[in-house]
């Protein structure tokens, strides 16, 4: 009974997994920017789904609201405060969709190429590390003793998109 529990539960999360693929697509490739944000939520929801699955509820909580609740509804505003009809004449929509093309399928075969390689049965070490030690304490360690370098380069891109974002709004606001 419990192989066939664990048989289970690696196929649902590979098909999590792909349906999170798709609504990832569904981001890029849509038209209307409140479908990509629609779809950007799901996605979110479906990472969540993934952590539960491989029992780091921690990680899936922190997911669910930092991101599909707090960032979500900030892109939402973002989005219904910008006069995107006006944006949408310039064509700055789609006008990278052989780029955006290639980046999925060179993700897809990379995602892929990780999943093939993972062993069939046994949690990855990241995951088997925050279930031994306790969610946050193991996320915590892990975050600032090995994976520091990551952690950092991703907090100057944050302040370099919001010290982006700033400067935009300034020039906007002033013409």
Same mark, same amino acid.
Request: charge should be neutral.
């Given at each position: 009974?419990?192989?066939?529990?664990?048989?289970?539960?690696?196929?649902?999360?590979?098909?999590?997994?792909?349906?999170?693929?798709?609504?990832?697509?569904?981001?890029?490739?849509?038209?209307?920017?409140?479908?990509?944000?629609?779809?950007?939520?799901? %996605?979110?929801? *479906? $990472?969540?789904? #993934?952590?539960? =699955? @491989?029992?780091?509820?921690? +990680?899936? !909580?922190?997911?669910?609201?930092?991101?599909?609740?707090?960032?979500?509804?900030?892109?939402?505003?973002?989005?219904?405060?910008?006069?995107?009809?006006?944006?949408?004449?310039?064509?700055?929509?789609? %006008?990278?969709? *052989? $780029?955006?093309? #290639?980046?999925? =399928? @060179?993700?897809?075969?990379? +995602?892929? !190429?990780?999943?093939?390689?993972?062993?069939?049965?046994?949690?990855?070490?990241?995951?088997?590390?925050?279930?031994?030690?306790?969610?946050?304490?193991?996320?915590?360690?892990?975050?600032?003793?090995?994976?520091?370098?990551?952690?950092?380069?991703?907090?100057? =891109?944050?302040?370099?998109?919001?010290?982006? !974002?700033?400067?935009?709004?300034?020039?906007?606001?002033?013409?």
């Amino acid at each position: 009974m419990e192989a066939l529990s664990q048989f289970l539960s690696h196929y649902l999360i590979y098909m999590i997994m792909g349906l999170s693929i798709v609504t990832a697509l569904g981001i890029v490739f849509s038209k209307n920017a409140v479908h990509s944000v629609i779809s950007m939520l799901f %996605t979110m929801v *479906l $990472v969540a789904g #993934v952590y539960l =699955l @491989f029992d780091a509820e921690f +990680l899936a !909580a922190v997911q669910l609201l930092v991101y599909a609740g707090g960032i979500i509804v900030l892109f939402l505003f973002v989005v219904l405060l910008v006069a995107l009809h006006k944006l949408e004449n310039l064509r700055l929509y789609n %006008t990278y969709s *052989l $780029v955006s093309i #290639v980046l999925v =399928l @060179f993700l897809i075969v990379i +995602l892929g !190429a990780t999943f093939y390689s993972m062993p069939f049965g046994a949690a990855p070490s990241v995951v088997h590390n925050i279930i031994a030690g306790g969610s946050t304490e193991a996320v915590a360690m892990s975050l600032y003793t090995k994976f520091i370098l990551p952690f950092e380069i991703a907090s100057v =891109l944050l302040l370099v998109a919001l010290i982006g !974002a700033i400067i935009l709004t300034k020039a906007r606001a002033e013409q």
